[in-house]
């Protein structure tokens, strides 16, 4: 599985953004889906999944009630909607794909985007 995000770029404090994360291959409703950022000097930390059918999901409690995300296995999309953001926001978020299982612990997920800056300002 190939993972390209996209969407990212430059929102003031309180705007909104949504990223997208396009997959390749013919399995990707059999895969969860994950984001996660790193901010700079900071550790990868843990978005936001979604399950196989995109019954299931799980937030980090930073953003709880802030974001949601959501898939299109139709169109081999995950997407991350991002709103009423704050300057501590501010990271590089990947998406990634993970065959066995879901969660919040990068050790799930098999496969990684190559990220895309999200830069909110105050």
């Known amino acids: 599985v190939q993972l390209q995000a996209s969407g990212g770029g430059l929102v003031q404090a309180g705007g909104s953004l949504r990223l997208s994360c396009a997959a390749s291959g013919r399995t990707f409703s059999s895969y969860a889906m994950g984001w996660f950022r790193q901010a700079p000097g900071k550790e990868r930390e843990f978005v936001a999944v979604?399950?196989?059918?995109?019954?299931?999901?799980y937030y980090a409690d930073s953003v709880k009630d802030r974001f949601a995300i959501a898939r299109d296995n139709a169109k081999n999309a995950v997407y991350l909607h991002m709103n009423s953001l704050k300057p501590e926001d501010m990271a590089v978020y990947y998406c990634a794909a993970g065959s066995t299982g879901w969660g919040s612990s990068e050790s799930v997920y098999d496969y990684w985007g190559q990220g895309t800056q999200v830069t909110v300002s105050s």
């Open positions: 979604i399950g196989w059918s995109g019954g299931l999901t």
